[in-house]
Structure formats: structure tokens, C-alpha cells
């Protein structure tokens, strides 16, 4: 099976290609430049490289990169700078999330190919009746006002939930809420709610961005936990 992995020069990104690779499958990784990957990773004869920013490829370019793959996974985010924060593209998670899914219909796969989304757990699951306080409410309020990336990553997991919803053949879809995410050099236990069981603006928990990148090879590439989350939003936190 291979995965096409965007985002893969990324902090998690690059930990995803690392787990995919261990267990033997194939990866395309899209990447602004190849000197971001380790030259160990570089060399591995199951990896293709992709230099080019996934918004500068053109429809038939993504729909060829997207052929033959069983899964596509987006490990984009906005860079935690003031260029990265308040810089274009302003809907880069989104704008990427549209395209691939159009490039995914494109390909013509004989079976539904797997998007997993990476996202955030400040982001609400409004297909299920998440509570959140009338205090974070407000805060989530300015912060979609204020930073981009909150709303790029609303609008991201919106349109999977509306747009493609769980009616469309050529797609499945699921959307990974990790919380506050921490460097950690292996994996550990891990938990997954479909909800998030505290509040992510005044009781955060901690994920590592290498679980994270562990749950999201397993959803690429085991049966078992694809069909348990599916269509989900789920939340992991460390254990």
C-alpha cells in the first residue's frame, strides 16, 4: 500500500513518513525541499519525493501523485512565527484539503481512498454534542477572528464533515484532533476520545507529535482502526 503524505518536511509530518516506512509501505512525500528529510529516509528505495508546494502543483500533477494510493494524509499547519501566523496563505489547510479531495476523484481509485486530516482538539466535532464553557466559547470566538490558522482549520474539518460527508464513494475521511503537542523521541500509550475530555484553552492535555504520527499510520494502513474512526473526529492525548 502506499500513502501519500502532505506536509511530510513538517515536525510531525516527517515522523509520519519515519512510521510508514518501518512498516514496510510505500510513501510519496510531498516536501518543499528534499534536504528537510533525513538522508537515511531520503535513500529508502519505498519512498518517492515530491519537491513542490502542494498549492503550486496543478490539478493533473495531484491527481497523478494521488493514483495508486490507498491513502492521503495532511500533516499541514500554519508555522508558530508572525509570517507563519498572519502571512498567506491564510487557508492553506483548507485550500489543500479541497484540492487533494478533488485530485482523489480524479484518480479513479477502484476503492474508496482513505484522507486523514491533522487538526486540533480547539477545533469542534458539530455533528456530536460537544459542550465547551461559556468562557471558552468567547476565547474560541476571538481566536477565530484573530488567527487565521483557528479558522483555516475549522473550515478544513467543516468541509470534510459537510462536503464530503459520508455519502461520497471516492472518499472516507477522518480528522485527528491531537492536544497540546510535545516533542517525545518514541512512542507511548496513547488515549482516543471522540471528544475531547478537557477544555483545550484552560485545561489542556499533552500529545506527542510521535503518537500522533503513530495513530495516523494506523488509520492509513489497518483495517480495524479505520473502520472504528472513520467519518470521526478523534482526540488523543498521551496516556
Avoid at 503524505?5 to 510508514?20: D, I, Q, W
Avoid at 514496510?24 to 518517492?48: C, F, I, W
Avoid at 504520527?213 to 479505520?226: I, R, S
Wanted: aromatic share 6%.
Amino acid at each position: 500500500m502506499t500513502t501519500l503524505v502532505v506536509g511530510a518536511n513538517g515536525a510531525t509530518g516527517r515522523l509520519l513518513v519515519a512510521e510508514l516506512l518501518q512498516r514496510g509501505h510505500g510513501v510519496r512525500a510531498v516536501v518543499r525541499s528534499s534536504k528537510s528529510l533525513p538522508a537515511e529516509m531520503r535513500d529508502n528505495p519505498q519512498l518517492t519525493v515530491i519537491e513542490a508546494s502542494v498549492l503550486d502543483l496543478t490539478d493533473g500533477e495531484l491527481a497523478r501523485h494521488v493514483r495508486g494510493c490507498g491513502a492521503v494524509v495532511s500533516c499541514l499547519g500554519h508555522n508558530l512565527t508572525f509570517q507563519g501566523l498572519f502571512g498567506p496563505p491564510w487557508r492553506l489547510v483548507t485550500a489543500a484539503t479541497r484540492r487533494l479531495c478533488t485530485a482523489i476523484k480524479a484518480s479513479e481509485s477502484d476503492e474508496p481512498v482513505r484522507f486523514v486530516l491533522m487538526n486540533t482538539t480547539g477545533v469542534r466535532n458539530r455533528d456530536l454534542d460537544e459542550r465547551i464553557s461559556f468562557s471558552q466559547k468567547i476565547v474560541t470566538g476571538l481566536l477565530r477572528l484573530l488567527l487565521p490558522p483557528h479558522a483555516d482549520n475549522e473550515a478544513a474539518a467543516n468541509y470534510l464533515r459537510k462536503q464530503i460527508r459520508s455519502s461520497d464513494a471516492a472518499i472516507d475521511w477522518a480528522v485527528v484532533r491531537p492536544d497540546g503537542l510535545i516533542d517525545e523521541d518514541r512512542v507511548t500509550e496513547y488515549e482516543l476520545h471522540a471528544s475531547p475530555i478537557r477544555s483545550a484553552i484552560f485545561d489542556p492535555g499533552k500529545t506527542s507529535r510521535i503518537n500522533v504520527a503513530h495513530f495516523m499510520a494506523e488509520l492509513a494502513t489497518d483495517e480495524m482502526a479505520w473502520n472504528t474512526w472513520k467519518g470521526r473526529m478523534p482526540v488523543i492525548y498521551n496516556r
